[in-house]
Nanobody, 122 residues
Framework: QVQLVESGGGLVQAGGSLRLSCAAS????????MNWYRQGPGKQRELVAA???????TYAESVKGRFTISRDNVKNTVYLQMNSLKPEDTAVYYC????????????????WGQGTQVTVSS
């Protein structure tokens, strides 16, 4: 079917930067929206950034001007460049892809990455 592999998390000091990647592989026919969510300690999962198939991004207010989402439609990969990181950005980050894959026929489904920990120290 489809596999998503995330990478790029880690520990960084406040003001630093990290770049997350999420690569999809398998019997993918097309990928529509590509999204990044995060879940901080004791918090609900929230949408951080989204990008349409055509490349139009949207961002949560809390990350506007600091985070940039981008995608490579050839590599089936979505990226999240995170700059000027703050301790409140500490969370597990998940990619979410809305895609069509091929099995016995075409199926539309949401797929989630395994999550990658981002920790920002003050």
């Amino acid at each position: 079917q489809v596999q998503l592999v995330e990478s790029g998390g880690g520990l960084v000091q406040a003001g630093g930067s990290l770049r997350l990647s999420c690569a999809a592989s398998g019997s993918i026919f097309s990928i529509n929206a590509m999204n990044w969510y995060r879940q901080g300690p004791g918090k609900q999962r929230e949408l951080v950034a989204a990008i349409t198939r055509g490349g139009s991004p949207t961002y949560a207010e809390s990350v506007k001007g600091r985070f940039t989402i981008s995608r490579d439609n050839v590599k089936n990969t979505v990226y999240l460049q995170m700059n000027s990181l703050k301790p409140e950005d500490t969370a597990v980050y998940y990619c979410n892809l809305q895609l069509t894959y091929v099995s016995t026929r075409k199926f539309e489904a949401d797929f989630w990455g395994q999550g990658t920990q981002v920790t920002v120290s003050s």
